[in-house]
């Protein structure tokens, strides 16, 4: 089964900047739809940037629009989340997920994805 890795959390003070990464453990691995989420302990896991591959439609929140920037390098098959201006409540686990859809702009709901990265931690306090 694929694995999808993300890598790029830590701890920073407020109004510092981030990029995460999510990479298939299969380079052969394609998904349309592919999506960031982030989940507080105690709280839903919601999304914070999705992308359809094919047509690079994206989508934001409000909490986060203007913040953060969903991008894809295909060549090396990456997913890549570049976060500013970050914020205490952006604390969270953070994961990637990626799903075949045949929507344009593809879903901020977590249960239309099928494949789960194990989350890094981001972490923004002074």
């Not at 920073?12 to 999506?35: I, K, Q």
Request: charged share 20%; glycine share 6%; aromatic share 10%.
């Amino acid at each position: 089964r694929v694995q999808l890795m993300e890598t790029g959390g830590d701890s920073v003070h407020p109004g510092g900047s981030l990029r995460l990464t999510c990479a298939p453990s299969d380079l052969n691995y394609r998904r349309n739809c592919m999506a960031w989420f982030r989940q507080s302990p105690g709280e839903e896991r919601e999304a914070v940037a999705t992308i359809n591959t094919l047509n690079l439609n994206t989508y934001y929140p409000h909490s986060v629009e203007g913040r953060f920037t969903v991008s894809r390098d295909n060549a090396q098959n990456t997913l890549f989340l570049q976060m500013n201006n970050l914020k205490p409540e952006d604390s969270a686990m953070y994961y990637c997920a990626a799903a075949d859809s045949a929507r344009s702009v593809c879903s901020s709901n977590r249960w239309a994805y099928s494949d789960w990265g194990q989350g890094t931690q981001v972490t923004v306090s002074s």
